[in-house]
């Protein structure tokens, strides 16, 4: 038997209210218990799934506007801001970060722990986070044994990499200095080794 949750967020994604039901059980009957419990708002986005008549009018009773797209089935379409259902989406990204912390709590449950520990903890002192010097032994374990050359890695280009990944998919060199913590935009080109003629061309067209 699996199981449902039914979540309620702010406009910045961040969860008000959950509500956890067996897996059968419809998104109206979700709806039905939450709706006492929901807090005022001009506006309430929700999927497809929650759209009936019932639902619809104790919402306007409250005062607020239904942004829910209508099912395939209705015989009348209800219109309803498709621009503002856009930012449905920090919804479904509220979802996937629990079950990214799922993960990791179940990886602590298994292998004994607390939320308060750290994910890489001291061989010496478990209290304490890995050394950089025991991090810097474990990635060069992990490069010779996919068979790379363990002189061309280290600790900083793990860093770096990240870095230039974020530059090759944005050419946002100024966010990139920030998330580096370089003081000056020359230093963040030297250090991900951006072309002169790039580096130019991003120059002016960057505020610092």
């Known amino acids: 038997m699996n199981s449902k949750l039914h979540a309620v967020c702010d ?4 969860p008000i209210l959950l509500h956890l039901t067996a897996g059968q059980v419809s998104d109206h009957k979700g709806a039905r218990e939450l709706l006492p419990w929901l807090p005022k708002a001009a506006a309430l986005l929700g999927d497809r799934g929650y759209d009936s008549n019932w639902f619809r009018n104790a919402l306007a009773d ?3 506007v239904p942004c829910i797209p209508p099912t395939k089935c ?3 379409a209800i219109d309803y801001d498709k621009t503002l259902y856009r930012q449905r989406h920090k919804i479904e990204n509220m979802f ?4 990214d ?3 990791i709590l179940a990886w602590l449950e298994r292998r004994g722990g607390t939320i308060d520990d750290f994910v890489f903890p001291s061989r010496i002192d478990h209290a304490d986070h890995v050394s950089t010097r025991q991090y810097a032994r474990l990635v060069d374990e992990w490069v010779t044994g ?8 280290g600790t900083h280009s793990l860093r770096r990499t990240k870095a230039s990944i974020i530059y090759k998919q944005t050419g946002n060199l100024r966010a990139v200095k ?3 913590g370089h003081t000056k935009i020359e ?22």
């Open 11 to 14: 406009e910045a994604g961040r």
């Open 62 to 64: 409250q005062g607020t």
């Open 74 to 76: 209705r015989k009348q």
């Open 96 to 99: 996937a970060k629990l079950k």
């Open 101 to 103: 912390w799922r993960r």
């Open 146 to 153: 996919i068979g790379l050359h363990r002189e061309d890695y």
């Open 178 to 180: 920030i998330l580096l």
């Open 187 to 208: 230093s963040t080109v030297r250090y991900l080794g951006v072309d002169i003629e790039d580096a130019l061309a991003l120059a002016e067209g960057t505020e610092v």
